[in-house]
């Protein structure tokens, strides 16, 4: 933020800035919403429900896939604020390699489902507007049985990984009290006032 | 001596009369099913869907130096439709698409050949499909290697016109409207160009 150089204490100073903080909330929503269609609909019996659900689903996919990259090129570009001190090494630890995985699968996740659905012969068309080429060739057996348990199972290990994400934020919010759920926050109040 | 005579002109009769008739070739035309394809494609929110049928039959008689004389009937087995997914290939035969239970063949009768010349022809006809029966026109290329003639063409019939994909399945948005047929049928013992 660009009031963190004007204000003293350490939560504001260490605030992720406006740009990382709306990629984190648009693709935290835009993750667990597909997440959430990707299990609806492979239940679904063949209805328009079903193919729309199957748009929307990779449709955000590609949305996550692009923004995931402009959130890494903003990252690499950018300074995230510093761990807070005094963190133990554990944590530290945990800290970077769900945050190495999570970056992984961003990408991982997405590209297994555009992968498995090239295979299978129904390519992306981006809102049903902008053809995507395939980049894997079209062969049903490898998507049914390679890239589409591949992509399903990614998905579940970036769901737990979530799960850990929100359990350990939640931790530093309610049991340490130590402000960093507030660095991402985008309306706590505190964080003007800090 | 009067048998041989009669034995003679008993061999020679349908040769005879052939030539009378104005030298029609001795052997039909007939459909080479193994070599033929009759394709659609459709695009379903973008994304090219592509079908087949595997089951189909076709009757030409024509001279391909007259075809003004000539005339077309292709069948086609609604009920061998696929896309290459069994849960859709399970949907097609059912009375919201094809309803192959009550209209099992897709039927085009020609009723006009024109030549366009350097093998390329126009077949004006009516597509029954569903119980719809529709003016259509084809544009027809033939080409012959050896014995084998191949005709080839595609055209665009509008789903709705026909009834496939009914009640929810008529959003548009969905599943286009257009559909784009594409036909490969070779045929053997037709006339030369």
């Excluded at chain 1, 689903?57 to 570009?77: C, D, E, F, Q």
């Excluded at chain 1, 699968?105 to 068309?125: D, E, H, K, Q």
């Excluded at chain 2, 189909?56 to 439709?81: C, H, M, N, R, W």
């Excluded at chain 2, 595609?154 to 036909?183: P, T, Y």
């Amino acid at each position: 933020m660009d009031d963190a150089t004007t204000l003293p204490t350490t939560a504001a100073q260490s605030a992720y800035g406006t740009v990382a903080i709306v990629l984190h909330w648009s693709l935290a929503v835009l993750i667990v919403v597909a997440f959430f269609i990707g299990l609806t609909m492979v239940d679904l019996p063949f209805s328009p429900r079903r193919f729309r659900l199957f748009n929307w689903h990779k449709w955000i996919g590609i949305a996550v896939l692009l923004l995931s990259a402009a959130r890494l090129l903003w990252r690499a570009t950018g300074h995230p604020p510093p761990a807070p001190t005094g963190m133990p090494a554990w944590q530290l630890a945990a800290f970077r390699a769900t945050h190495l995985v999570f970056y992984g699968l961003f990408f991982i996740v997405p590209l297994l489902g555009w992968a498995y659905t090239s295979a299978v012969g129904v390519p992306v068309v981006f809102l049903g507007w902008l053809p995507l080429p395939d980049f894997v060739a079209r062969d049903k057996a490898l998507g049914d049985e390679v890239l589409k348990p591949l992509h399903e199972a990614a998905s579940w290990l970036l769901a737990a990984i979530v799960v850990v994400h929100v359990g350990a934020a939640f931790k530093h919010h309610f049991v340490d009290r130590d402000g960093l759920l507030v660095r991402m926050w985008p309306w706590w109040p505190s964080r003007s006032r800090a | 001596m009067t048998l041989r005579v009669r034995s003679l002109a008993f061999l020679l009769a349908p040769w005879l009369v052939a030539f009378a008739a104005g030298a029609q070739p001795a052997a039909p035309t007939q459909l080479v099913p193994a070599q033929s394809e009759i394709t659609f494609q459709v695009k379903q929110s973008g994304v090219p869907i592509d079908g087949r049928f595997r089951k189909f039959e076709a009757q030409l008689a024509l001279d391909p130096k007259a075809p003004q004389g000539g005339s077309v009937t292709i069948s086609v087995d609604t009920a061998s439709a696929t896309v290459g997914f069994a849960e859709s290939d399970a949907e097609l035969p059912r009375p919201s698409w094809f309803d192959s239970a009550k209209f099992p063949r897709a039927v085009f009768r020609s009723s006009a050949i024109t030549g366009l010349g350097g093998g390329r022809f126009q077949a004006a006809g009516k597509l029954d499909l569903k119980g719809n029966p529709r003016d259509l026109v084809v544009p027809v290329t033939i080409v012959q290697i050896g014995a084998q003639s191949t005709a080839s063409g595609e055209f665009v019939v509008r789903r709705l016109d026909f009834k496939i994909g009914e009640k929810e399945w008529a959003d548009l948005s969905l599943v286009a409207n257009d559909v784009r047929v594409r036909f490969k049928l070779v045929f053997t013992g037709l006339g030369p160009l």
